[in-house]
């Protein structure tokens, strides 16, 4: 069975564009969040989308959204980039609530 | 607001000892709780998870532990060896999979 497929895996922006990751769940899955990850602050928790409805949301500012299409494969955008964004960026799809969370490795973003 | 901390931060042993890596969290109203391992540049590996009812879970050389009332949990590893070496990570579920997730326990075993 495939994995959580994350694309691209690495990223060159500049301050103010803006950016769309795309996350693969693993087949069947219906839950995916996205999670960012850095050196200061660790692992943060971004939005989870089940069925195509966001279900909880992180303490990121609007700069940040997501959407989750009828396949289950689930796009994150950031706009308006400020270098703060630069991370590594990872999905995470389950089948339930009290299922275990896969994770992909990850798109890094570099914010330049 | 659900907090998380893992003792040690690092960790270096050498081979074939057993480990004991703890987390405690503030928030005890979770569904379950989950131990993971990262890799350097790679995505969280799933180990173990626990549903809130449980009070331990097994695979392999890994025992996870958890006290819910008390706010800890435990990753307990035999007989270490060298592939151990690894960033660990726990991460109690308050809502959804809305993980939280400590600063981890970077392992080193050496040879």
């Known amino acids: 069975k495939a994995g959580v497929t994350q694309t691209p895996r690495y990223l060159i922006k500049t301050r103010g564009q803006q950016v769309t990751l795309s996350c693969s769940p693993i087949?069947?899955?219906?839950?995916v969040s996205w999670y960012q990850q850095t050196p200061g602050q660790g692992l943060q928790f971004l939005f989870e989308?089940?069925?195509?409805?966001?279900?909880n949301k992180g303490n990121f500012p609007g700069r940040f959204s997501g959407r989750q299409f009828s396949n289950s494969r689930s796009e994150m955008n950031v706009s308006t980039l400020e270098l703060g964004d630069s991370a590594l960026y990872l999905c995470?799809?389950?089948?339930?609530?009290?299922?275990?969370?896969?994770f992909g490795n990850g798109t890094r973003l570099t914010v330049t | 607001k659900q907090e998380v901390t893992q003792i040690p931060a690092a960790l270096s042993v050498p081979e074939g000892e057993n480990l004991v890596l703890n987390c405690s969290f503030t928030?005890?109203?979770?569904?379950?709780l989950q131990w993971f391992r990262q890799d350097p540049g790679k995505g969280l590996t799933s180990l173990l998870l626990?549903?809130?009812?449980?009070r331990e879970q097994t695979s392999g050389r890994l025992n996870a532990s958890l006290d819910k009332s008390s706010g800890r949990s435990t990753l307990y590893i035999a007989a270490s060896q060298p592939g151990d070496s690894a960033t660990y990570l726990c991460?109690?579920?308050?809502?959804?999979?809305?993980?939280?997730f400590g600063g981890g326990t970077r392992l080193m075993v050496k040879p």
């Open positions: 995470a799809s389950s089948l339930s609530n009290n299922s275990p969370l896969h």
């Open positions: 087949s069947g899955h219906r839950s």
């Open positions: 989308y089940f069925s195509e409805t966001q279900r």
């Open positions: 928030d005890s109203a979770i569904y379950n």
């Open positions: 626990i549903q809130s009812s449980q």
């Open positions: 991460a109690p579920n308050n809502a959804g999979n809305m993980l939280t």
